[in-house]
């Protein structure tokens, strides 16, 4: 029997997501299609946004989910690809970003090592 990671979304789980919590569900489905919805960015361009925000948080429900949403909004693979390469982008330049505090940490402890050999001296 192979166990799987992430189980694909049915019927069974929604309707128990809904029974369980209700309220909370609806509101946020409602704040779901109001984020989404056209506005000073068109849909299409949202859903591409949440396409690569998904690559960013490795949600593969929210990749699956906002790929296909963003093809139904009229994505093409290539700009679908490209928001994934900004991703990517993003992604890797975070890291090196934040090496800032490794370095930080790093002269730290240095001039804390200095400041004990010159102790000992």
């Known amino acids: 029997m192979v166990e799987v990671m992430y189980p694909p979304s049915s019927a069974e789980i929604a309707g128990r ?4 919590a209700p309220e ?9 299609e109001s984020v989404f919805a056209d ?7 949202k859903q591409l946004i949440a396409v690569a925000v998904a690559h960013v948080t490795q949600c593969p429900y929210c990749i699956r989910g906002h790929t296909a949403a963003a ?3 009229g994505a093409t693979g290539q700009e679908i690809m490209e928001a994934i390469w900004v991703a990517a982008e993003m992604r890797a ?5 934040h090496s800032a505090l490794a370095l930080d940490t790093m002269n730290r ?3 804390l090592s200095e400041t004990h050999h010159a102790d000992d001296h």
């Not at 909370?24 to 779901?32: E, I, V």
């Not at 506005?39 to 361009?45: C, E, H, I, S």
């Not at 330049?93 to 970003?97: L, P």
């Open 109 to 111: 402890q240095e001039k």
């Open 24 to 32: 909370p569900l609806a509101a946020f489905r409602a704040f779901s």
């Open 71 to 73: 093809l139904k909004s």
């Open 93 to 97: 330049g975070a890291a090196y970003a």
């Open 39 to 45: 506005g000073a960015l068109p849909a299409k361009t």
């Open 17 to 20: 997501r809904r029974e369980l």
